[in-house]
Nanobody, 122 residues
Framework: QVQLVESGGGLVQAGGSLRVSCAAS????????MGWFRQAPGKDREFVAA????????TYAASVKGRFAMSRDNAKNTVYLQMSSLKPEDTAVYYC???????????????WGQGTQVTVSS
């Protein structure tokens, strides 16, 4: 069982930067690939980024590639999403997720956090 808690969301102007964090419970954090997803009002949840259990492999949605960077600190049981060059269309609730596998992917996640709101103003 993994519990996930996101933090760091807030209001930011277009072109700005923000880092959201996700703290996970447990002593086997490195055994879980982690992902970030987002959901805007009236839209389906979409994949944003994923990272392998070791932190050596990452994958990104085309819409955020080059602007967002995912990382993890296994000693702190924490993953991060550094968001730069933010656009109004990035406005969404951002969720972190854990997968019962160390291999990063865009789906098949087993545990989900409650989300943190990111709002980008123009």
């Amino acid at each position: 069982q993994v519990q996930l808690v996101e933090s760091g969301g807030g209001l930011v102007q277009a072109g700005g930067s923000l880092r959201v964090s996700c703290a996970a419970s447990g002593r086997t954090f490195s055994a879980y690939a982690m992902g970030w997803f987002r959901q805007a009002p009236g839209k389906d949840r979409e994949f944003v980024a994923a990272i392998s259990g070791s932190g050596l492999s990452e994958t990104y949605a085309a819409s955020v590639k080059g602007r967002f960077a995912m990382s993890r600190d296994n000693a702190k049981n924490t993953v991060y999403l550094q968001m730069s060059s933010l656009k109004p269309e990035d406005t969404a609730v951002y969720y972190c997720a854990a997968k019962r596998s160390p291999i990063a992917s865009i789906d098949q996640y087993d545990y989900w956090g409650q989300g943190t709101q990111v709002t980008v103003s123009s």
